[in-house]
């Protein structure tokens, strides 16, 4: 059974930083994309980052690129989303995905697979 489980969402005033955690199983960790979305209230589930993706690259979206960080353990089948400089914009749920390949379109709809998703508010 595939299983992706996030962790590491909360409360975080603006600047401040997070750590997200997308732990794996039930798959072949480097076979896939493995990719961070957010979904704000009223909006579209946007990419944020993607690692092992489009060919074995990262992709950062223009709105986090040079704030957040993505990386992976794969000895733990895990890949975390450092997120630093948070604003209140990045207040969003957030979910991990994975695509087969890795090689496909990074968005919602090419995912998958889903994690359950973590809530991060950035708020003062």
């Known amino acids: 059974e595939v299983q992706l489980v996030e962790s590491g969402g909360g409360l975080v005033q603006p600047g401040g930083s997070l750590r997200l955690s997308c732990a794996t199983s039930g798959f072949t960790f480097n076979e896939y994309g493995i990719g961070w979305f957010r979904q704000a209230p009223g909006k579209e589930r946007e990419p944020v980052a993607c690692?092992?993706?489009?060919?074995?690259?990262?992709y950062y979206s223009g709105s986090v690129k040079g704030r957040f960080t993505i990386f992976s353990d794969s000895a733990k089948n895990t890949v975390y989303l450092q997120m630093d400089s948070l604003t209140p914009e990045d207040t969003a749920v957030y979910y991990c995905?994975?695509?087969?390949?890795?090689?496909?379109?990074?968005?919602?709809?090419?995912?998958?697979?889903w994690g359950q998703g973590t809530q991060v508010t950035v708020s003062s």
């Open positions: 690692i092992n993706c489009d060919f074995g690259g990262t």
């Open positions: 995905a994975a695509q087969e390949g890795g090689d496909g379109d990074i968005t919602a709809e090419e995912q998958d697979f």
